[in-house]
């Protein structure tokens, strides 16, 4: 089943986006004009009453956002190394002594050097989908990537020991 998404306007108010999932919940956002917006659950008996509502700050639905698509990102990675022979995803935890630490992406030649993508870095909660080799590698980052066995390992060793 496809995604469905229903846009409603709502004169005075803004707009609401409904996400009908496949059980027949409805997920709504209702972007209010004054920038505002609020996180609302619908009854199932009742598609136009609200059962629950939670305003959201800027910082919150931004992680929120951030949340599901981390965990969607990595569902989806995991699928795709699932389904080709020989193809493994890994995180991989930047070690706080790497040579690469606040140093571009770019750097570590990692898909020259091992053949492997790098798809993601993940830092806290938010995660930054296909970086360029200009993005600064921090402390705590989680690289998320995918390749061979041998690609990964290799990776693994030049993150935390530099080329040699």
Known sequence: ????IEKVDLPGIGVRHDL??????????????????DLALFDLDD???S?????????EAAALADLLGSSVTMSRLTSLAGDAAGLFTEQLLLPTDSPYLNRPLGDTKARTRTRVSIVALVRDTKVIPSPTPADI???????????TREGL???????ANGPG
């Open 20 to 37: 009908l999932t496949e059980n027949g919940r409805r997920v709504s956002v209702v972007s209010h004009r004054d920038g505002d917006r």
């Open 1 to 4: 089943m496809g995604v469905r």
């Open 153 to 159: 390992d290799a990776l693994s060793h030049i993150i």
């Open 137 to 147: 590698l921090r402390p705590g980052d989680i690289i998320v990537a995918v390749g």
């Open 47 to 49: 598609p136009d009453s």
């Open 51 to 59: 059962s629950d509502s939670v305003p959201l700050t800027d910082d």
